[in-house]
């Protein structure tokens, strides 16, 4: 039995837009519901959600032999947890606050395996299938995409050098951290933050790489899809739940007449 083919990365490396959402609930449940919803990819997020090991295998098993590929965000860009992440059968990884090239770079080397890397060889885990995926160990660098996440104006002021690093498929826009870095905390649609990640979009595109961006917004989302994202999260399961929750309860009090 061979790997299979990462369709979520050969997507965006051939200039297919995925659409997206951003999962934070930390329930297997939840990704079997967002499995079944049309979404090309959905990011299981570690690094501001209480998601561990466990509750991320829970997940990748609740995708497993759907249309919607699973993309984890690690806390950090430490090779550790990314060795384990890998070992669990994650194909798809996006490193937060990646700064420089050198982070980048540090990045590829934690998916890789020796000579090229600084990955630990197990040869019985779920990413080979448990020893059934015979060629895992040789196709394992083709499939994984390794995503890497601008958050600061230092990191956008360097972005087409990040971008060319050898082993990174796309760059992701992080508009809550950028804002902030900019001054404009809590405004992520603020037009000069959008005016700075559409520098970068440009900067990555001409690197040859694929842009993505999370936007909790319709009109944004397809924005940022015709300045030529080409992986965009336009909301995230939280912000679903809470935003329908309080209208549905809400609507249901004004038309009963009832005090908000």
Not at 32 to 53: C, Q
């Amino acid at each position: 039995m061979k790997i299979e083919t990462n369709r979520f990365k050969a997507a965006i490396t051939a200039d297919e837009p995925q659409i997206g959402i951003w999962s934070s609930l930390c329930s297997n449940l939840a990704a079997e519901v967002i499995s079944t919803t049309g979404f090309d990819w959905a990011l299981i997020d570690m690094e501001h959600s209480p998601n561990d090991l466990a509750s991320v295998l829970s997940q990748l098993q609740a995708y497993a032999g759907s249309k919607t590929t699973p993309v984890v965000r690690p806390p950090w860009n430490e090779p550790v947890m990314v060795k384990r992440l890998l070992d669990l059968g994650c194909f798809s990884l996006l490193f937060p606050m990646v700064q420089t090239p050198e982070e980048a770079e540090a990045a590829v080397r934690a998916c890789r395996y020796p000579p090229h890397g600084v990955r630990g060889v197990s040869l019985t885990h779920r990413g080979n299938r448990y020893g059934e995926a015979t060629d895992y160990l040789e196709r394992a660098e083709d499939e994984i995409a390794i995503l890497v996440q601008i958050e600061t104006m230092s990191a956008l002021d360097r972005v087409a050098e990040i971008a060319a690093v050898d082993g990174v498929t796309g760059v992701f826009f992080g508009p809550a951290d950028l804002s902030a870095d900019m001054g404009l905390i809590g405004k992520p649609g603020h037009p000069d933050v959008t005016a700075a990640i559409e520098r970068g979009c440009k900067a990555v595109r001409e690197a040859g790489k694929p842009a993505g961006i999370l936007i909790g917004d319709v009109a944004q989302s397809v924005h940022w899809l015709k300045t030529g994202m080409r992986f965009v999260a336009c909301g995230t399961d939280l912000g679903l739940l809470a935003k329908g929750g309080r209208a549905l309860g809400a609507q249901v009090r004004k038309d009963a007449g009832l005090a908000g």
